[in-house]
């Protein structure tokens, strides 16, 4: 990846940002848990031992970009009661990092949240970081009807829907394939690696613009 120029905030109209482990790092525990209970869910469903649930489970991740997609197409399961399950989560877990909110505020512009998770979920962790005020639009996978990142056609709405011009958007996440469709749209992009021993494929690097290990550092350094 060749490194983009450096980004003007003041170019930027919207900031787009994923929710889980890129507003808070991939180490806690969510993500443990939201996999627990995905797998819980998916063997209950299904009637599986919990040992086959969990590769099931893993396999509709990455043939229909969430265990949730796959149920619908493979089982045509509901997902109201899918989604309220697995993300009754513990929260406590999601360190406050002190920085985040000030290097939120010092952006100029509108900030968006899209996420696969649900527009609930997402309101309880911006509670927890204490930076829920600094967002004014949510997208997620009910806004999605349910098609998950990276297909493009949901981008395409949350632009429409929130009258957003993709060449004065960055958008942030840490999956960075979700990123592709963001570049190919014309956005900026930023991916959140969050120290993670992760190499970028060819083509998700010809879409990463930039890479941070901290997003705190990295938002706060773009106004210094």
């Known amino acids: 990846m060749l490194e983009s120029a450096r980004i003007d905030p003041e170019d930027v109209a919207v900031w787009i940002f994923d929710l889980d482990n890129t507003l808070y790092p991939a180490h806690c525990d969510l993500g443990a848990q939201l996999g627990r209970r995905m797998g819980e869910f998916v063997a209950r469903h299904l009637d599986l031992p919990l040992d086959q649930a969990r590769v099931v489970q893993k396999r509709y991740f990455h043939t229909h970009g969430t265990t949730l997609r796959g149920m619908m197409v493979e089982h045509d399961l509901h997902p109201d009661e899918y989604l309220d399950y697995v993300h009754d989560l513990d929260l406590t877990g999601i360190p406050i990092d002190d920085r985040l909110g000030p290097a939120l ?70 999956i960075a394939q979700n ?35 901290d997003l705190s550092n990295w938002m706060l350094d773009l106004r210094g």
């Open 179 to 213: 990123l592709v469709p963001a570049s190919t749209l014309g956005m900026a992009t930023v991916w959140v690696r969050g120290g993670r021993d992760i190499e970028l494929s060819e083509e998700q690097a010809e879409h990463v613009h930039h890479i941070t290990d």
């Open 105 to 174: 505020e010092a952006l100029p512009g509108r900030k968006v949240i899209y996420t696969n998770a649900t527009n609930k979920h997402a309101h309880r962790v911006l509670g927890r970081l204490g930076i829920k005020h600094h967002f004014e639009g949510f997208f997620d996978i009910v806004d999605a009807d349910f098609l998950p990142k990276p297909n493009q056609q949901p981008y395409e709405v949350l632009l429409n829907r929130h009258g957003i011009d993709p060449l004065r958007a960055v958008m942030v996440e840490d």
